[in-house]
């Protein structure tokens, strides 16, 4: 059985990770991370759904050797019993009693190391989406869950605007060549609103482009980068006077810091169609 322990003076491992995506229900991604160290063993990031990663792990010869969790949501920890049922794995996730399978409960700042594995990630607490949503980062990669979008952001269901938008700039402070893995392909329709409030985007039009071709083609367009949605995500440029004049033109007033701003830009898009 996998060893999980803490390791406090540990450091975030330099190996660049080989993650594979899985696709569940209509547009989730299932992140599958080859571990460095293992044999032929996975990690799987949010399985919403069983079927499709048994199937993977069956194509690839690849065993399943832990279970991240991002959030509670359904569409990201509904696979789980039924790969427990399979596989007896470590379920690492974060403190919420609406997690059942959860094993471990990883918090804010804890560095989690899958040593046998040769992984080590740190938890980030990213409240907004869900109350207790955690990102986990390490090995240059950011698995998010539905926090932070590839030009977008999740819906604020339990947060407060203050919350989120302290998580995105939290998320926004990691090195820029950071990897961004999230939890949905909903890259092509946030570049429409992206594009709608800070239209002379040169980065996010370039971009657009880019996703049209590579979404015609069938693939994923992620992962993105940070540096990239620096660029080109309104959500993390909260405190950027373009998106702070575009957001106080659709408010009709004028809005006093960033998280007011975030607050308007959220609800803004929820009404976008
Ligand atoms: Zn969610
Ligand atoms: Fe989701």
Not at 15 to 29: I, K, M, Q, W
Not at 210 to 216: F, I, S, T
Request: hydrophobic content about 40%; aromatic content about 6%; glycine content about 8%.
């Amino acid at each position: 059985m996998l060893q999980v322990k803490y390791a406090r003076k540990m450091s975030i491992h330099a190996t660049h990770l080989n993650v594979r995506p899985v696709r569940a229900f209509s547009d989730n991604y299932i992140w599958l991370i080859e571990a460095p160290c293992g044999h032929d063993q996975v990690v799987a990031v949010d399985p919403g759904e069983a079927a499709p990663v048994m199937t993977e792990l069956q194509r690839s010869g690849a065993s399943l050797a832990a279970i991240l969790l991002t959030h509670h949501h359904p569409d990201h920890v509904g696979g789980v019993p039924e790969l427990l049922r399979h596989w007896a794995v470590p379920v690492i996730g974060p403190d919420d009693t609406r997690i059942a399978q959860r094993t471990l409960t990883v918090h804010d700042g804890e560095r989690c190391e899958l040593a046998e594995l040769g992984l080590c990630f740190e938890t980030l607490a990213v409240p907004g989406h869900t109350l207790s949503h955690i990102a986990f980062w390490g090995h240059g990669a950011l698995f998010c869950g539905d926090t932070l979008f590839s030009a977008g952001c999740g819906r604020m269901f339990e947060g407060t605007p203050t919350q989120m938008n302290a998580s995105l700039t939290k998320l926004r402070s990691l090195p820029p060549d950071t990897r961004m893995f999230c939890g949905h392909e909903y890259t092509a329709a946030n570049l429409r609103f992206a594009l709608t409030v800070d239209p002379h985007n040169g980065g996010a039009l370039e971009y657009q482009s880019r996703v049209a071709a590579v979404r015609a083609q069938g693939n994923p367009s992620l992962p993105s980068t940070l540096a990239l949605e620096i660029r080109v995500n309104p959500f993390l440029r909260c405190d950027d006077p373009t998106v702070v004049r575009a957001a106080e033109a659709h408010a009709g007033r004028s809005l006093q810091d960033p998280a007011e701003v975030f607050g308007v830009l959220r609800a803004w898009k929820d009404q976008f169609r």
